[in-house]
RNA sequence: GCCCUCAUCGUCUAGUGGCUAGGACAUUGGAUUCUCAUUCCAAAAACCGGGGUUCAAUUCCCCGUGGGGGUACCA
């Protein structure tokens, strides 16, 4: 283990922003990288906003994108407590210390702290030297008695002993604020590293927490792979330097380093983090693609308990690569599950606009009449040859059974989807349709 | 206003003192005479502007411009 300390310091206001996620994933990244620590420290002071319920969401989203920390809350440590809310004798002490040292005095009820009067100089990781000079004296302690951030800020950190504060870039103005506080304290300041900012994908700004896809739970209830929410947090200010994109988690840590994140800030774009989503959700291993999808399709109702879970696995063996995630597998493929499926409007009429559409499928039930199991390589040669003796194209077969076995025309490759259904099912389908 | 910061295709990015400036998403067009929400192929698409430095700047420096952040007894 290597003497390396990093701390994610989020609010718990009941929601986990995309932004914080991503400040935590780089926190992580770097400690897992250099062996060090990941604090997580709990920032409870703000009594208006702070819940100790909304705790839960971000140790929930934490953990489900699999960020684990070394020191904090359900864990423990030997810098606790992890709370701010329960550290408020450490904060008396060092306020104290301020007071003795001259550094600190009272106006107006609340206390001032004394600036040094010299320009700090940040050596940032990211974003080399960068120097600013705070002017004014400012409140460290309000005259309610409660301290403000700056001040709990700088001394949790000191004394956590956390070696390097990896932040977002809204914090770089701040930072002389802290620089002189750790002075004042006659401390060495951590090593800074500013991160770039997530922006909207369209208007001005940086992700606020109602723009769609701000935030962590929606992920989490859109059944996103967490995996791939990562992996794409990953990409946005940093990257592996060669043209790769999706990789093993393993493979970031051991190439991921501070000083390669970039400056410049990145808009969120919700389409590439549905593409990238996407190939997680078609390189999942069959069997665990069954598992998650499973009680997606009992929650939504496609499937009970009794449904053969053979079947099911037959289903998505068939549907996995087409899907567009885990999110609209109950809707694509809902009339494998019930004989009540809804018909496509558009793909209908596009489908009946060929015509002939009952004699196809009555050629095509004289053509399976006499197989006994419906299957990929008897099927294809099997149409091919009814169309060609028929003098009409393979597709007009296809289509019209497609339309009447499943009321769309998008789904899964058709030979696949008639073996699955099955002959008994596939006859009577086409007969209603055509009745 | 003041302070800090950033600047390569629409977006995320790679890269270089001399390159046909690379990849990915998205877009468009083809192919798979089976749909497309699969797959494959192809196309279009960028170095913000002006000054320097230099034999040579997208790359280094300065100034603009534009974006972002901060300017609280919020965090």
Request: aromatic residues 10%.
């Amino acid at each position: 283990m290597s003497n390396v300390r990093v701390r994610f310091a989020p609010s718990p206001t009941g929601f986990f922003h995309i932004g914080g996620a991503r400040t935590a994933l780089f926190n992580w990244l770097y400690a897992r990288h250099t062996k060090g620590t990941f604090v997580l420290r709990i920032e409870d002071t703000d009594k208006e906003r702070d819940r100790p319920e909304f705790l839960q969401v971000i140790l929930d989203g934490l953990r489900w994108l699999g960020m684990d920390w070394d020191e904090g809350p359900e864990k423990g440590g030997n810098f606790g407590p992890y709370f701010q809310s329960q550290r408020g004798h450490i904060y008396e002490e060092y306020i104290t210390k301020l007071k003795e040292s001259g550094r600190a005095y009272e106006k107006e009820g609340a206390l001032w702290l004394k600036i040094s009067g010299e320009g700090q100089v940040i050596n940032d990781a990211i974003r080399g030297r960068v120097e600013r000079k705070e002017e004014e004296d400012f409140v460290i302690v309000r005259s309610n008695g409660t301290p403000v951030f700056h001040l709990v800020n700088v001394i949790d950190d000191l004394t956590m002993q956390i070696t390097h504060v990896i932040r977002g870039e809204d914090h770089l103005s701040n930072t002389s604020k802290h620089m002189e506080l750790f002075r004042a304290f006659e401390a060495t300041p951590p090593i800074y590293a500013h991160i770039p900012l997530i922006l909207k994908s369209d208007g001005p700004g940086k992700m606020s927490k109602r723009d769609r896809g701000a935030l962590i739970e929606e992920y989490q209830q859109r059944h996103f792979l967490p995996e791939a929410v990562r992996n794409f947090l990953c990409l946005l200010g940093w990257s592996p330097k060669e043209d790769r994109e999706i990789l093993p988690i393993e493979e970031v840590i051991s190439l991921f380093d501070i000083a390669n994140v970039n400056k410049n800030n990145a808009h969120f774009d919700e389409k590439k983090m549905a593409f990238i989503n996407c190939e997680y959700v078609k390189h999942l291993p069959l069997d665990s693609f069954v598992d998650k999808v499973k009680p997606i399709l009992l929650s939504s109702k496609v499937i009970d308990e009794n449904t053969d879970k053979d079947y099911i696995k037959d289903v998505l063996s068939i549907c996995q690569e087409k899907v567009r995630g885990l999110e609209d597998v109950p809707h694509f493929v809902g009339y494998f599950f019930t004989e009540n499926y809804p018909f496509d409007e558009k793909a209908k009429e596009k489908v009946m606009k060929k015509g002939n559409v009952n004699e196809r499928l009555e050629e095509f039930l004289a053509f399976i009449e006499p197989l006994n199991a419906l299957v990929e390589s008897e099927l294809e040669p099997g149409i091919k040859k009814l169309a060609e003796s028929k003098n009409v194209n393979t597709g007009d077969y296809i289509h019209a059974v497609r339309l009447a076995v499943s009321g769309t025309n998008v789904g899964p490759g058709i030979y696949g989807l008639i073996r699955v259904l099955g002959k008994t099912r596939v006859q009577q389908r086409i007969k209603k349709f055509i009745a």
